[in-house]
């Protein structure tokens, strides 16, 4: 139930066809303070059209309005400030979430229609750093929201598995390569070879023609050659899926640009049948000029196709095989510039889906604002921050809580958490600072301050045997400590819904965070367990608590230990 929606709707049955509920819904405010009530509603909007001062409007409407579920109203000035009637909400609402559990806030907006998440994407043969991890992360979450609202996400890994890195790659492994190697440490030896290669190319820059050679002898399908490349890509994939694994990460498919390699014919026929492709020095293109776009390169001179052919080819595959509602590619601010040319060259196409592609940005993680992607000359490895994480985790759990069963899981769990909530708690578009130990803190607006306060609202259950709902049971409560934790309750659907429109998961990540700090307050001030008639309330209230902060956290693809 929307209390907003209904003080608006009490609001237009005294205000009249003036202004329909849903201009009166989108008017309401929250004010500032508790002190001047829970909804606000600006009254000078009125004035010209009832030729009144506003604050008359405001006491005009405050003496007429009645409705069930608010307890009184103020003026402030011009605002008609309502109260709503706490116990008659707080019995609503609990009574809400613990009937919907896990579902509460569930919303039917995508009518189960397929909406593709081009997401993380490392390259082959290199290793997964802390600059894959924004992608990763944020696409996950969205997966989780999009799914909450009633969409189908498919979860798409675009590898970078093809280019002349990989002729570069052959090279280096015929000269100074060995399969043992490899085996033992895909990535490291790999690596170790691409950066060889490099080095030996400054004095012998003839391996560069070699390594030209070695390419298109991949493109035309020479066994040699594409049995070393789908090693090297397989071995790569093991690497990268034990990373996944720690973060708790699965996809829907895992299908990089090779994939689009023979896909790429009939997007390039289409845009000769459409007069769009246009030759400036040899090299095929795409005026853009009425986007204000640099030209779009299709084709270069030698014939070779780019990445912006590939996702054109992508784009057309996905639309076919998906008939996406909407397909989001969750890749860095800096390939804006890309997305805009791809969603124009389609748009020249005629192709009206081209719409419901967005390119979902994000910035940069970094350290003493600088961006985090070197450490002594070193990629900052994925991998070596969540074990570090994990081993902080550990410490703190075996001070705060030595004898904790499966404290091992449970650092996994808390420490690679904190990671991905620090990720996700930023708005996605901003960049912000990483320091690992103050992200794996259990004080401040961490993760596990996060996963603390539900395991202490599971705590509390356990020492009250784990009570049942009661449907004779009613929930009223009328503090203001509790009030603050309804409110907060209430709200969820409308947070979930604000998630989703914005594509931006931090604000499931803040609606946690204050919904935790609020429940501490709670739980501060109020002895739950003490026996009176409040306390199966009570008792709602925290359950209701531990179930919407699990809830939150499975949507930014975080667990929620029981104990800590």
């Given at each position: 139930?929307?209390?907003?929606l ?50 008359n ?101 675009h ?41 030996v ?6 391996l ?17 050659a ?32 090779a ?18 492709l ?53 890749v ?186 609020a ?32 809830e939150d ?12």
């Amino acid at each position: 139930m929307n209390y907003k929606l209904l003080v608006a709707e009490a609001l237009h049955e005294q205000i009249g066809e003036t202004l329909t509920v849903e201009k009166i819904f989108d008017l309401l405010e929250k004010p500032k303070t508790a002190e001047h009530g829970d909804v606000a509603f600006p009254t000078f909007i009125l004035a010209k059209e009832f030729k009144q001062a506003p604050q008359n409007i405001a006491a005009d409407l405050g003496g007429k309005i009645s409705s069930t579920i608010i307890e009184k109203t103020e003026v402030v000035g011009p605002y008609l400030n309502f109260f709503l009637d706490k116990k008659a909400v707080s019995a609503a609402v609990l009574a809400d979430v613990l009937k919907k559990g896990d579902h509460y806030g569930d919303l039917a907006i995508g009518e189960n229609r397929n909406v593709p998440i081009d997401m993380s994407s490392p390259n082959i043969a290199k290793p997964i750093s802390m600059g894959h991890l924004r992608s990763t992360v944020i696409g996950n979450a969205l997966a989780n929201i999009y799914r909450k609202v009633g969409y189908q996400p498919i979860k798409i890994n675009h590898l970078g598995d093809w280019g002349t890195q990989f002729g570069k790659l052959i090279v280096a492994y015929k000269l100074w390569g060995n399969s043992e190697a490899i085996d033992a440490e895909p990535i490291t030896e790999l690596l170790r070879l691409y950066v060889k290669f490099h080095a030996v190319a400054e004095d012998e820059p003839e391996l560069n023609e070699d390594a030209r050679v070695w390419f298109k002898k991949l493109e035309d399908g020479n066994e040699e050659a594409v049995s070393l490349w789908e090693w090297f890509r397989e071995e790569s994939l093991k690497e990268f899926n034990h990373i996944y694994d720690m973060l708790d990460i699965e996809f829907d498919a895992i299908s990089g640009e090779a994939f689009y390699n023979d896909k790429m014919d009939e997007v390039i026929e289409l845009l000769e049948e459409k007069n769009l492709l246009k030759i400036n020095q040899k090299a095929s293109i795409v005026d853009l000029d009425k986007y204000n776009l640099n030209p779009a390169l299709i084709k270069k001179s030698d014939g070779a196709t780019l990445y912006i052919t590939r996702d054109l080819a992508a784009a057309f595959y996905r639309k076919r095989n998906y008939d996406f509602a909407q397909s989001l590619y969750v890749v860095g601010n800096e390939q804006s510039n890309h997305f805009n040319q791809l969603n124009a060259v389609l748009k020249e196409m005629g192709l009206s889906w081209a719409d419901d592609m967005q390119h979902i940005a994000f910035g940069l993680i970094t350290q003493g604002g600088k961006k985090l992607s070197t450490r002594q000359g070193k990629i900052v490895l994925l991998e070596e921050v969540l074990n570090e994480a994990v081993n902080l985790a550990g410490k703190q759990i075996s001070e705060k809580n030595p004898d904790l069963p499966n404290k091992d899981e449970v650092a996994k769990q808390v420490g690679i958490g904190a990671v991905i909530f620090h990720d996700l708690k930023n708005d996605r578009l901003n960049n912000f600072d990483f320091v690992l130990e103050e992200v794996v803190r259990f004080e401040g607006e961490t993760g596990p301050y996060v996963q603390y306060t539900r395991a202490r609202a599971m705590s509390i259950l356990r020492k009250a045997g784990n009570p049942l709902t009661n449907s004779e049971d009613t929930y009223e409560l009328n503090d203001a400590y509790s009030w603050e934790i309804i409110k907060l309750l209430q709200e969820y659907p409308s947070i979930v819904q604000r998630s989703y429109e914005k594509r931006e998961p931090s604000i499931i990540a803040k609606h946690s965070l204050q919904l935790a700090q609020a429940f501490n307050r709670y739980y501060a001030n109020s002895k739950v367990l003490i026996e009176d008639a409040e306390k199966p309330a009570r008792l709602a209230l925290v359950q209701s608590v531990a179930a919407i902060l699990k809830e939150d956290l499975r949507l930014l693809g975080v667990k929620s230990p029981d104990q800590m």
